[in-house]
């Protein structure tokens, strides 16, 4: 029987965080070939939103990712992930965790996160991202700003930080 491999489906921060504040390019360039590596091969796939966000930058970043090819970009637009996006959104606004608040900005086309959420639950990737868990969330303590780990467990996607891609996906950046 053969073996499921894991993809990652990395957030924006997941690439921004670590430009700059972990792996400069000019110190740690085995981090970016690695990543380079990772997403030629597939096991890292990116979202078309993801994509543009770090496109629009104008830096080193969105020059190193705009050399990379073959690269995995999955369209927001399609049919299932559309559906699920709903479902994402329905849940902020029915789970009693959340201020109307919270829906408003999650419903902006602008905000990757519920899309990245919908696109993990319809592919069965596992989402990368540094966002963590809002530990108060309650019915009785309602948050105006929905964290992803949170609501991938509504929907049983897996999350994980990007170190642990990083071991996951045997990283050699030394």
């Known amino acids: 029987m053969e073996q499921k491999r894991n993809i990652y489906l990395i957030d924006t921060n997941s690439f921004i965080t670590p430009y700059h504040m972990y792996y400069p390019f000019d110190l740690v360039p085995n981090f970016w070939r690695c990543m380079a590596e990772k997403i030629i091969d597939g096991s890292i796939v990116l979202l078309d939103k993801v994509y543009d966000e770090l496109m629009v930058g104008g830096d080193e970043l969105s020059t190193w990712l705009s050399g990379i090819s073959p690269l995995t970009r999955i369209e927001h637009k399609e049919l299932r992930i559309i559906n699920k996006y709903s479902d994402v959104?329905?849940?902020?606004?029915?789970?009693?965790?959340?201020?109307?608040?919270?829906?408003?900005?999650?419903?902006?086309i602008h905000v990757a996160d519920p899309w990245l959420i919908a696109c993990a639950s319809v592919f069965d990737f596992i989402l990368v991202t540094f966002e963590l868990s809002n530990k108060n969330l309650s019915k009785n303590s309602r948050s105006s700003k929905p964290k992803i780990p949170d609501v991938c467990k509504e929907f049983g996607v897996v999350h994980k930080n990007l170190f642990d891609m990083m071991r996951a996906l045997s990283f050699n950046i030394s």
């Open 89 to 108: 959104l329905k849940h902020i606004q029915t789970s009693g965790f959340y201020t109307p608040k919270a829906l408003a900005e999650w419903s902006d």
